[in-house]
């Protein structure tokens, strides 16, 4: 069973700009929960989807986005690039019994 | 805010000896998970312990759950060094009606030659 996907796995970025980054679930799964780790704030939750719908959103401003497909692919999408958006950006799928599996994390810089 | 945090932030101990790390949470829970995280790499989840468990163990690791301290540790026995990484705990509180878990800030555990 292949694990969870994660691209790009790094990525620099101007502020301003706007990114968007994937994930691919483990086969199955149809949980996918989004975080950003920073040195300062550690693990932070973004949001989570389940069936293609938000189930849950962290406390992020609306610049930070995401989206879930029918193929439990999902994606989250950040504009307006700031140099605080730089950061380790973890996916996560779960299944219903055990605990979450994260892939590698796409590691953004803003500059 | 965070709802897991872990004790010592950061530990370093020689190779072959025994490295216990603490958390400590706020809400009731229905599990407390551990996991580890190499450098800048994602995290590998190590162990769930539910919160009618008092103790689990996997390998090297035993973990124990006090939920009237509201507290759990983790004790690595015999630490190699690949063990250096660093740990952290998460809990699934009793009240989410979703899939979210709460991080602590980690323990960093460096393992010396």
């Not at chain 1, 700009?17 to 975080?35: A, E, F, M």
């Not at chain 1, 992020?60 to 989250?76: L, Y």
């Not at chain 1, 996916?91 to 803003?110: D, E, K």
Request: some cysteine.
């Amino acid at each position: 069973k292949a694990g969870v996907t994660q691209t790009p796995r790094y990525l620099i970025k101007t502020r301003g700009q706007q990114v968007t980054l994937s994930c691919s679930p483990i086969s199955g799964h149809r949980s996918v929960s989004w975080y950003q780790q920073t040195p300062g704030q550690g693990l932070q939750f973004l949001f989570e989807y389940f069936s293609e719908t938000q189930r849950n959103k962290g406390n992020f401003p609306g610049r930070f986005s995401g989206r879930q497909f029918s193929n439990s692919r999902s994606e989250m999408n950040v504009s307006t690039l700031e140099l605080g958006d730089s950061a380790l950006y973890l996916c996560a799928s779960r299944s219903p019994r055990n605990g979450y599996t994260f892939g590698s994390g796409t590691r953004l810089t803003v500059v | 805010s965070q709802q897991g945090e872990e004790d010592p932030q950061a530990l370093s101990i020689q190779e072959g000896e025994n490295a216990t790390m603490n958390c400590s949470y706020k809400t009731s829970i229905n599990n407390l998970q551990w996991y580890r995280q190499n450098s800048g790499r994602g995290l590998v989840h190590l162990i769930l312990i539910r919160s009618n468990e008092r103790e689990k163990h996997s390998g090297r690791l035993r973990v124990t759950l006090d939920t009237s301290k509201k507290s759990s540790s983790l004790l690595i026995t015999a630490s190699r060094a690949a063990d250096t990484a660093s740990y952290f705990c998460a809990t699934d509180a009793i009240m989410n009606r979703d899939d979210k878990i709460i991080f602590g800030k980690g323990t960093r555990l460096h393992i010396l030659p």
